[in-house]
């Protein structure tokens, strides 16, 4: 099947033209920056639903749009139980951090530990933060380029370099104020473009097929679980690790990670940015049910229509030129002889005593899989020149999209996902800018004039911009991109959340406590992560206990400096 042809004249209109509006209207409505609380901090003017929506638009990514259906696909519901913690995060933010972080005036969320702490605490805060967010930056880059390149045959290379090319021509233009505009005009974009897509799926199913019929074959199918309370340590998604490891990962991302606390930090009031947070906390998860409900409608869309056993395009071309060829025909016959008999099933009344037969078809279509699965990795085991990638949850949705929505739309969906990406790549790197300008630079450059740091920052920008299209250009996929982000984030997060809170509610604690602590935990943790012990959502929470615990122990060891006699 060739995909490019896919793309008409109306979608590169379409495309094209929504990316360059955002581009020229971020651009044009904040090119004037006179001083750093302008560029940084957006003039403080920002209201609630700016705010609200900038923090959503920053978490939600080109790998929301892309991953999340996916996930859904593959493994139903359960993802959303990741988000379990988000709303309590957001209340303790709005209740402790905004309020420390808007009376002392802060650029940055590190600012307050040199105070609190000392120089070498705040330095390691942001270097750690830099690091983490600088590969993040790569990846939301990198991850839609790299499946619209295997989807629309476009060069991976050149499709890096344009969208992190988009993204620095605003951000280093407007700062902290063009993100926050134009990422209000990229959730309308993404809002809409969801919507279109859910109605087009629903619209594509066979007459008879309700949204209620769709939830029952998804829900015959094990998509529907929603909620898992066991208590088992190896499952990623329960209610456990979604209020537990979730709550600890929303606070140290919405609280101490720059590129969201920027997002509030810019409000006109205390007030207005706990406002936009609370708005965040109680429409994010919706949204993520949305999405997830996307994905699941396309499974059920393709219980009624082909689908190819494996979603990656560029995988499939790999195995028709190799010698695995004709196996792989094999199990593909054998796949589509299941869906066969699934159609059947489903077309002729889906009754309830079916599901016993529905879920033995579905567990050998997922034989059928895994053994595809098998024969791309042999693939790619022998290839050393290009990674064939056998996961293939990130290019479901956008299958879809390119192979059944009508002419316009493609544009339009393409420009969504294109469109996240932008957002929070902008974020990312408007925090990377500041906190090197504002942590590293300013602190260690003093005395110099308003306009010389916005142009470093400026340049900062420009820098980090450089820095994420070149991690993406060497980037490889990895599992499931959403899950990826998530796991880079909780290797550092948690130490960094444990830093804060002993800031905020343990005042006896002292700097080189936590600096030595700090440095301890991030070893531990990364070595738990290399030899996963613990699922990823686990080293959040693992992360803030063992610093806030280590730095205690130290500080009772540290000999106190005041005199006896």
Avoid at 270 to 284: A, M, P, R, V, W
Wanted: charged share 15%; net charge neutral; aromatic share 12%.
């Amino acid at each position: 099947m060739e995909i490019v042809s896919k793309l008409h004249l109306i979608d590169w209109v379409v495309l094209t033209v929504t990316l360059l509006f955002i581009v020229g209207y971020g651009t044009y409505v904040t090119r004037k920056n006179s001083n750093v609380s302008d560029y940084i901090k957006g003039g403080n003017d920002t209201k609630w639903w700016t705010i609200g929506l900038s923090v959503m638009a920053t978490q939600a990514s080109a790998i929301t749009f892309l991953s999340t259906p996916g996930q859904a696909f593959h493994s139903g519901m359960g993802f959303v139980q990741f988000y379990f913690g988000l709303p309590i995060a957001m209340i303790i933010i709005c209740v402790v951090f905004i309020p420390i972080y808007h009376r002392l005036k802060v650029y940055t969320a590190y600012e307050f530990l040199e105070g609190r702490f000392d120089l070498k605490t705040r330095s390691l805060a942001a270097i750690l933060f830099l690091i983490q967010r600088g590969l993040a930056a790569g990846i939301t880059i990198f991850a839609p380029a790299i499946i619209l390149s295997a989807v629309l045959g476009w060069d991976l290379l050149t499709l890096n370099i344009i969208i992190g090319f988009l993204v620095i021509v605003y951000t280093v233009s407007g700062g902290t104020k063009a993100v926050n505009v134009t990422q209000k005009q990229q959730m309308v974009i993404i809002f809409m473009g969801m919507l279109i897509a859910f109605f087009m799926i629903m619209s594509q199913l066979p007459e008879n097929i309700t949204f209620v019929k769709a939830l029952e074959i998804a829900g015959a199918s094990n998509k529907m679980e929603v909620l898992d309370f066991s208590f088992d340590v190896n499952n990623r998604y329960t209610i456990w690790t979604g209020i537990f490891g979730g709550t600890f990962l929303m606070l140290s991302y919405f609280g101490t990670d720059q590129s969201q606390v920027q997002r509030y930090l810019s409000g006109k009031s205390i007030k207005e940015s706990q406002l936009g947070l609370i708005f965040n906390g109680l429409l994010k998860v919706p949204m993520q049910f949305f999405i997830l409900i996307i994905g699941v409608m396309v499974f059920v869309f393709y219980q009624f229509n082909p689908s190819p056993l494996n979603f990656n395009p560029s995988a499939n071309l790999e195995i028709a030129n190799s010698k695995y060829a004709k196996e792989y025909q094999q199990l593909q016959e054998s796949h589509e002889e299941v869906e066969t008999t699934k159609k059947a099933l489903l077309l002729d009344g889906f009754q309830p005593h079916e599901k016993q037969q529905i879920q033995y078809l579905n567990e050998h279509d997922l034989f059928l899989k895994e053994k595809s699965k098998e024969i791309i990795d042999r693939i790619d085991a022998e290839n050393t020149l290009i990674k064939v990638e056998s996961n293939d949850k990130d290019y479901v949705f956008i299958h879809f999209i390119l192979n059944n929505l009508p002419r316009g739309l493609i544009g339009l969906l393409l420009a969504v996902i294109l469109s996240a990406a932008m957002s929070s790549t902008a974020s990312e790197l408007n925090a990377l800018a500041s906190t090197t300008a504002i942590d590293l630079y300013k602190r260690n450059v003093s005395n110099r004039s308003e306009i010389h740091y916005v142009k470093a920052s400026k340049w900062f920008t420009l820098l980090w911009g450089v820095i994420a299209i070149s991690v993406a250009c060497i980037a490889n996929l990895f599992e499931n991109l959403i899950e990826l982000v998530n796991i880079i984030g909780s290797i550092f997060y948690g130490n960094v959340l444990g830093i804060f809170l002993l800031a905020f509610f343990i005042k006896y604690v002292k700097g080189n406590a936590v600096f030595i602590a700090a440095l301890i935990t991030q070893v531990i943790i990364v070595y738990i992560f290399l030899q996963d012990v613990l699922p990823y959502l686990w080293l959040n929470l693992l992360g803030c206990t063992l610093v806030m615990a280590i730095a205690v122990l130290l500080q009772l060891l540290i000999p106190s400096k005041k005199k006896v006699h």
